[in-house]
């Protein structure tokens, strides 16, 4: 997860740790906490050209200025490589879900981002 926003030191925190905490199925979002200040105010644009060129990566999380607005925290995921640009969010306690799945091709990106709601987050897929 790429940090663009700098402002708010103690949101950055409390993202990492919800993204990071064991959910409670026992799964975790394997993801490194990224907070890099050259990586201030940098667009999506410029992250996806830099993801598109650092080879095997098929998403990227960032945590930016609208993530950071939100008591939910919800963090921008973006496609590299199938719709590359495609986006939604997702809050930091559902991220163990498209982390895992996306990691090892389980579901598809398209699965997540259409599951979103109609403010485009997605929040977990709804219990049976």
Same mark, same amino acid.
């Given at each position: 997860?790429?940090? @663009?926003? $700098?402002?708010d ?7 990492? =740790? +919800? ?7 026992? $799964?975790?979002?394997?993801? #490194?906490?990224?907070?890099?200040? =050259?990586? %201030? !105010? ?6 996806? =050209?830099?993801?598109? +060129? !650092?080879? *095997? +990566? ?5 945590a *930016?200025? @609208?993530?950071?607005?939100?008591? #939910? ?5 973006v %496609?590299? +490589?199938?719709e590359? !640009? ?5 809050i ?6 498209? #982390?895992?799945n ?16 109609? %403010?485009?987050? $997605?929040r !977990?897929?709804?219990? @049976?």
């Open positions: 997860m790429i940090r @663009t926003d $700098f402002s030191e103690a949101a950055w925190s409390d993202v990492c =740790a +919800r993204a990071q905490a064991v959910s409670n199925e026992g $799964f975790q979002a394997c993801i #490194e906490c990224v907070s890099d200040p =050259a990586y %201030d !105010g940098v667009s999506v644009a410029q992250l996806l =050209a830099l993801a598109a +060129r !650092g080879g *095997d +990566r098929t998403f990227i999380f960032i *930016d200025q @609208t993530t950071f607005a939100s008591q #939910e925290r919800p963090v921008l995921v %496609d590299v +490589r199938t590359p !640009g495609r986006m939604f969010r997702v930091p306690q559902a991220m163990w879900c498209v #982390e895992n996306l990691s090892i091709a389980n579901m598809d990106y398209a699965e997540f981002a259409d599951n979103a709601d109609a %403010d485009g987050i $997605f !977990g897929f709804p219990s @049976t």
